[in-house]
C-alpha cells in the first residue's frame, strides 16, 4: 500500500456486511473497533473465537481473504477488501 | 540465495540496534521481521500517518527507524522468517514471494509472548491480551472498548490504562495480582532509570486523577458474554494469585485486556539447538548466554527480550552489544570496538536493572496455576481443558512432548506458544518436580503456520519445465 493512502477511510466487507475503516488498519482491529469480535469457531469445540493477541502469534483470528486463509491481524485493510470467515468443520469428530 | 556476513531476526529495539552497530563496523546485515516497519512492540510504528503521538516510546521509536533507512543495513520487513538451518539458511516470505539467504552468524532478536493464566472464559471475542491493548491503542488507533477492564499484572497494566484513558476511553477498574507491596519492593531498582520511572510515576497520575477503581491483590476469576458485553467477576487472591474465599466483584465492559507477564519468544534458539534453562525470573526457558549475547552455538547470539525479560531500554543496548560482539568474531575493525563495547556494557547493567525488577513483578507466579478450574481451556488451538492435562499426567506423562503427543494441548497452530508455559507449570506442580523435569516443547518448522501457495507464489501448470521421459 502506498504510504499516501494509509489513513483515508475506506469500506470493506465482512460476511458480506459493510464496514468502514482506515486504510492501513489490520482486518482485525477494524473488525473489533466495529464490534465484531468473534470471527471463527474452535475446531473441537466450535467455540466462538476472536482477536486475542493481535501480533500473529496466537493464530485465533484466521480469516478468508481472496480465498486465501490470513490472520485478520497481519492482514492490512484496503478499499473493496472482502473477507469471510473460515468454514472450519469439527477436525476432530 | 543472496550471503551475509550476519542475518538479523526481529526488528524491534534489540535487533535493529544489533544489526546498526554490525554495519556501522563493516559487516554486511540482513534485518527480517514480520511487521512492515521496525519497532518492535513496544516501538511500534503506527498503521496508518497524520497520527500525532508525542510520547517517549513513539518518539524513540521513530529515531530507531530513521537510523535503520540511513544505514546500509538490508531491511526485510513485512517479511515472515518460516525456517532458520544450523548452517545459518534463512528462508521467510514476504510481499514479493519467498525468499532464502545465507550468513556467517545469526542474531535472534524475537521478543516475547505474551502469557495469559486461563481462567473460565478467557476464549470469549472481547478478551484480548494486554499487549493487544497496546496495539490497539498505539498503532491502530482504535479504543479497546467504550468501557474496559484490565487485569493481570506488571508494568503493562499501567500503561494500558493510562492509554486507554489518554485516548478517551472508560476504564472500569484496574485488577492487579500484585500488591502495593510488590511495586515498593521494585522502586529501588526503578531508580537506575529515573527517565523510564517518570513515565510510570506519570501514568500513576493520570489514573489516580480518574478515580479508576483500582483492585489490588485481585484476579479475574471468569468472563460471561452479556448481549454484546462481557460480565467479569473478580476476586481477592493471594500472593500467588489463586482466589481466596470472600466478596465477588462483578463488573460489566465492552472489553477485557488481561496478561500475566511475559515469555521470551524462544523458537528458533530451541530449533538451532543451543542449551537453555529456566528462570522463572527472566520469564521461563531462555537460551544460556554471555553478556553479550553468545549462545552455546557458535556464532549464534540472542538479544533483548528474547534473551530473557529487560524490557526495550535494555534491549536496546543488549542489541548493540552483541552487534559489536557479532563485527568482533567475524574480523571486522577488532581493536577499534572496545570502547563502544563497554560503554553499552555499562549502559545495558543500567536499564536492566530497571527490567528486571519489571520482570519479576510479571513472573509467573509459584501456585498461580493452581487454581485454574478442571473445565477451563487451557490450549486455545485445540480446545485442551486443565482436567484433561491433569489426566494425562496421573495416566503417566511426565514430558510437555509426551503430554502434548497424547492430549494434543500445543499441537495446534500457535504452536504451543499460548499455552505452554502454563501447561508445563500444570505438569511440573501436579508431579511436584522443577520444571526442567518437565521440559519445553520441541520447536519445529515451520515457525508459523504457512499456506504452499505462499511459498510456490503464482504459476500456471504450463510453466513448469518437466524432464524428457528416460529412454526405455
Excluded at chain 2, 540465495?1 to 542475518?7: E, G, N, P, R, S
Excluded at chain 2, 521509536?61 to 526485510?76: M, N, T
Aim: proline share 4%; aromatic share 4%.
Amino acid at each position: 500500500m502506498q504510504d499516501a493512502n494509509r489513513g483515508v477511510v475506506v469500506d470493506f466487507h465482512f460476511e458480506g456486511r459493510r464496514y468502514s475503516a482506515r486504510a492501513g488498519q489490520s482486518v482485525a482491529a477494524a473488525l473489533f473497533a466495529e464490534g465484531v469480535r468473534g470471527l471463527r469457531e474452535s475446531p473441537r469445540e466450535q467455540q466462538p473465537r476472536g482477536m486475542f493477541c493481535l501480533m500473529g502469534s496466537c493464530q485465533e483470528c484466521l480469516v478468508m481473504v481472496d480465498g486465501r486463509r490470513v490472520l485478520a491481524c497481519q492482514t492490512e485493510v484496503s478499499e473493496g477488501l472482502s473477507v469471510s470467515r473460515v468454514a472450519e468443520v469439527g477436525l476432530h469428530d | 540465495m543472496t550471503d551475509y556476513d550476519l542475518i538479523v531476526l526481529g526488528a524491534g529495539p534489540a535487533g535493529v540496534n544489533a544489526a546498526l552497530a554490525a554495519s556501522a563496523a563493516g559487516l554486511r546485515v540482513a534485518l527480517f521481521d514480520e511487521n512492515r516497519a521496525a519497532g518492535g512492540q513496544v516501538y511500534r510504528a503506527p498503521a496508518f500517518a497524520g497520527t500525532t503521538d508525542d510520547s517517549a516510546e513513539r518518539q524513540a521509536g521513530d529515531a530507531l527507524r530513521e537510523a535503520l533507512a540511513k544505514s546500509r543495513v538490508s531491511a526485510f520487513l513485512g517479511h515472515q522468517v518460516w525456517a532458520v538451518t544450523a548452517d545459518f539458511q534463512v528462508d521467510a516470505v514476504g510481499p514479493q514471494g519467498s525468499l532464502s539467504c545465507t550468513s556467517r552468524a545469526l542474531v535472534v532478536a524475537s521478543g516475547t509472548t505474551e502469557r495469559v493464566v486461563p481462567f473460565e472464559g478467557w476464549t470469549t471475542p472481547g478478551v484480548i491480551g494486554l499487549a493487544a491493548a497496546t496495539i490497539l491503542l498505539k498503532s491502530q488507533k482504535v479504543l479497546p472498548g467504550k468501557t474496559t477492564l484490565v487485569a493481570g499484572c506488571g508494568p503493562l497494566l499501567a500503561a494500558v490504562a493510562a492509554g486507554t484513558l489518554k485516548a478517551g476511553g472508560e476504564l472500569r477498574g484496574i485488577v492487579d495480582v500484585a500488591g502495593f507491596g510488590d511495586w515498593l519492593r521494585a522502586l529501588p531498582a526503578m531508580l537506575a532509570r529515573p527517565d523510564i520511572l517518570r513515565q510510570g510515576l506519570a501514568w500513576a497520575w493520570a489514573i489516580r486523577r480518574s478515580r479508576t477503581p483500582l483492585y489490588a491483590r485481585h484476579t479475574l476469576v471468569r468472563v460471561i458474554p452479556e448481549g454484546e458485553r462481557l460480565r467479569a467477576e473478580l476476586a481477592p487472591c493471594d500472593r500467588a494469585g489463586r482466589a481466596l474465599p470472600g466478596e465477588r466483584k462483578q463488573v460489566l465492559v465492552d472489553c477485557v485486556a488481561v496478561g500475566h507477564g511475559l515469555t521470551p519468544a524462544t523458537e528458533i534458539t530451541r530449533l538451532l539447538h543451543a542449551r537453555h534453562r529456566y528462570s522463572r525470573k527472566a520469564g521461563g526457558w531462555v537460551a544460556i548466554t554471555d553478556d553479550c549475547g553468545r549462545t552455546s552455538r557458535e556464532r549464534l547470539y540472542v538479544v533483548g527480550d528474547a534473551a530473557g525479560i529487560a524490557g526495550a531500554a535494555a534491549a536496546a543496548e543488549h542489541g548493540t552489544l552483541a552487534g559489536l560482539a557479532c563485527a568482533r568474531e567475524l574480523g571486522a575493525a577488532a581493536g577499534s570496538l572496545d570502547p563502544a563495547l563497554g560503554q553499552a556494557q555499562r549502559r545495558h547493567a543500567r536499564a536492566a536493572r530497571f527490567g528486571h525488577a519489571m520482570a519479576r513483578l510479571m513472573a509467573l507466579r509459584e501456585g498461580h496455576v493452581q487454581g485454574i478450574a478442571a473445565d477451563t481451556i487451557i490450549c486455545r488451538c485445540e480446545d485442551v481443558t486443565r482436567g484433561e492435562i491433569d489426566a494425562a499426567c496421573d495416566a503417566g506423562a511426565r514430558d510437555v512432548n509426551q503430554l502434548k503427543a497424547w492430549t494434543r494441548c500445543g499441537m495446534g497452530p500457535c504452536q504451543g506458544r499460548t499455552c505452554g508455559d502454563v501447561a508445563a507449570e500444570l505438569l511440573a506442580t501436579r508431579l511436584d518436580v522443577p520444571r526442567e523435569a518437565v521440559g519445553i516443547f520441541s520447536a519445529r518448522t515451520p515457525l508459523r503456520p504457512m499456506t504452499v501457495g505462499a511459498l510456490t507464489g503464482a504459476f500456471v501448470y504450463a510453466d513448469i519445465p518437466i524432464p524428457k521421459a528416460a529412454p526405455l
